[in-house]
T-cell receptor, first 112, second 113 residues
Framework: KQEVTQIPAALSVPEGENLVLNCSFTDSAIYNLQWFRQDPGKGLTSLLLIQSSQREQTSGRLNASLDKSSGRSTLYIAASQPGDSATYLCAVTLTGRRALTFGSGTRLQVQP | DAMVIQNPRYQVTQFGKPVTLSCSQTLNHNVMYWYQQKSSQAPKLLFHYYDKDFNNEADTPDNFQSRRPNTSFCFLDIRSPGLGDAAMYLC????????????FGPGTRLTVT
């Protein structure tokens, strides 16, 4: 059974700092990995999608990497801002499945 | 431009009183999903439709059912809500299954009194 783990569960950093969020998964047979943002009481906003054949994706200040062989992904946020405060979830689509398997998220607080 | 729309955003129902949550999409995607997310937990898939083909997760309670009358709309019916069913319900779509990105709606927060 695919398990997705995110470390740390919570993170507080001062504004302007670069930071890395970690995601690990137990089964490397995946179609893709997605990173989402969730604000309190809200739905999910897709940030980046990495296909299994790709190593990284970039969007603005965000960069996500994927190392399928080791079952790891990182989300790098450059020059963090208070508006980045949210919970960040990673999720994988296991080969042969249609649904996403989610991690429990990292709750990020960026202090002004 | 809203692509995945959920109504209502907040729903309060009484214990045991049937409730229906609605999802619509403007993306013309083939696949629609319903996820349940309880407080501070990861979203968990309840079921999904691939076109008209309904796919239930093995551990989804019988209390939860779904309808997809056309490509654009999908409904989640909870026949007899219990206190444990209070959660955020998230609808998502994707163009096809497998390697395609999933797009989520804003969610419906269900409270059971």
């Amino acid at each position: 059974k695919q398990e997705v783990t995110q470390i740390p569960a919570a993170l507080s950093v001062p504004e302007g700092e670069n930071l890395v969020l970690n995601c690990s998964f137990t089964d490397s047979a995946i179609y893709n990995l997605q990173w989402f943002r969730q604000d309190p009481g809200k739905g999910l906003t897709s940030l980046l999608l990495i296909q299994s054949s790709q190593r990284e994706q970039t969007s603005g200040r965000l960069n996500a990497s994927l190392d399928k062989s080791s079952g790891r992904s990182t989300l790098y946020i450059a020059a963090s801002q208070p508006g980045d405060s949210a919970t960040y979830l990673c999720a994988v689509t296991l080969t042969g499945r249609r649904a996403l398997t989610f991690g429990s998220g990292t709750r990020l607080q960026v202090q002004p | 431009d809203a692509m995945v729309i959920q109504n209502p955003r907040y729903q309060v129902t009484q214990f045991g009183k049937p409730v229906t949550l609605s999802c619509s999409q403007t993306l013309n995607h083939n696949v629609m999903y319903w996820y349940q997310q309880k407080s501070s937990q990861a979203p968990k898939l309840l079921f999904h439709y691939y076109d008209k083909d309904f796919n239930n997760e093995a551990d989804t309670p019988d209390n939860f059912q779904s309808r997809r009358p056309n490509t654009s709309f999908c409904f989640l019916d909870i026949r007899s809500p219990g206190l444990g069913d209070a959660a955020m319900y998230l609808c998502a779509t994707s163009r096809a299954a497998g390697s395609y990105e999933q797009y989520f709606g804003p969610g419906t927060r269900l409270t059971v009194t």
